[in-house]
């Protein structure tokens, strides 16, 4: 008997052992996978350095920081578009019967292809023009039967006095520079002058009324944004001018959009019993 319990408790403790072994042995074979870093992979191909490129920065042009470009649009400030007369200016016609809007189309000689159709219209326009690139653009005009006016923000006077003789009916630009503008009014002789009223003053409108020149100021450009309702809503303005003092100037740009507003806005000048005129017709 005490042999068959020694042989059952040496089974016994003989399995605990082989137990305890085996368990030994898993958990250290676990635990060296655990504790076994990751093999490293494969490192990525470092790219190639890249070439320095100089960087020039200018006031103007590509590379600047100007939002305008090198070539920025005077006409373009929405705060300026309806412009407070000087004193004095509201030419009345004593044989007119019903308010006048003349029309001015500004930025013209930068792309013909938009100003063409301007041209077609069959209604009174003068057109503005820059002097640096003005001769195809004053033939187009001309053959149109429309006024052509010379552009002489910054212009050379030479150039402003060739382009008078070659047949532009006058002058607009607007300048705070007193003697700039009694100059610009000489080179201009007996041709028009319209202040567009882009400076903080009217000295070219003034100088020329001193001069007793013809000469006239910009209300309204109906587009320095281009989007349909604001344009509208500013060919509006300009007819609420003429009725009010009997005549109103308006500028526009040469652009597929405005020339859609223009179509639109002379439908309702024709319903407002409101004339459209050559801008000759309001200088006094």
């Known amino acids: 008997m005490s042999r ?6 040496s089974a016994i403790l ?43 920065r200018v006031l103007r042009g590509a590379g600047s920081f100007d939002p305008g470009g090198e070539d920025p649009d005077p006409y373009g400030d929405a705060d300026l578009a309806v412009a407070a007369r000087p004193l004095g200016w509201a030419p009345r ?30 209604i009174p326009l003068a057109v503005l023009v ?6 195809d653009t004053l033939r187009l005009v001309g053959e149109a039967g429309k006024t052509t006016l010379v552009d002489c ?47 903080d003053d009217d000295a070219l409108y003034r100088a020329a009324r001193a001069a007793r020149r013809s000469a006239l100021t910009r209300d309204v450009v109906v587009d320095a944004r281009d989007e349909p309702a604001y344009v509208d809503f500013l060919f509006d303005q300009g007819l609420a001018i003429a009725r009010r003092t009997g005549v109103a100037t308006v500028a526009l740009h040469a652009r597929a959009s405005s020339l859609r507003a223009l179509e639109r806005f002379v439908e309702r000048a024709r319903r407002a019993d409101v ?9 006094s």
């Not at 068959?4 to 408790?9: I, R």
């Not at 030994?24 to 470092?46: D, I, K, Q, Y």
């Not at 004339?275 to 200088?283: G, I, K, N, P, T």
């Open 275 to 283: 004339e459209l005129v050559d801008l000759r017709a309001l200088a």
């Open 14 to 56: 003989g399995g605990s052992v082989v137990a305890i072994g085996a368990g030994f042995v898993g958990g250290r074979s676990v635990g060296e996978r655990a504790l076994t870093p990751p093999r490293p992979r494969a490192a990525a191909a470092v790219p190639g350095a890249v070439a320095p490129r100089d960087l020039v």
């Open 153 to 199: 923000a910054g212009a050379d006077p030479a150039s402003v006095a060739s382009l008078r003789r070659a047949g532009a009916a006058g002058i607009a630009c607007s300048t705070d520079d007193v003697a700039r503008a009694r100059l610009l009014v000489a080179v201009d002789g007996d041709g028009i002058v319209l202040d567009d009223l882009e400076s």
């Open 93 to 122: 016609d004593p044989d007119a019967t019903q308010p006048r809007v003349a029309l001015v189309v500004v930025d013209a000689d930068r792309d013909a292809t938009a100003l063409l159709p301007f041209l077609a219209e069959q």
């Open 130 to 135: 820059a002097p640096d690139d003005a001769s």
């Open 4 to 9: 068959a319990a020694t042989v059952f408790w």
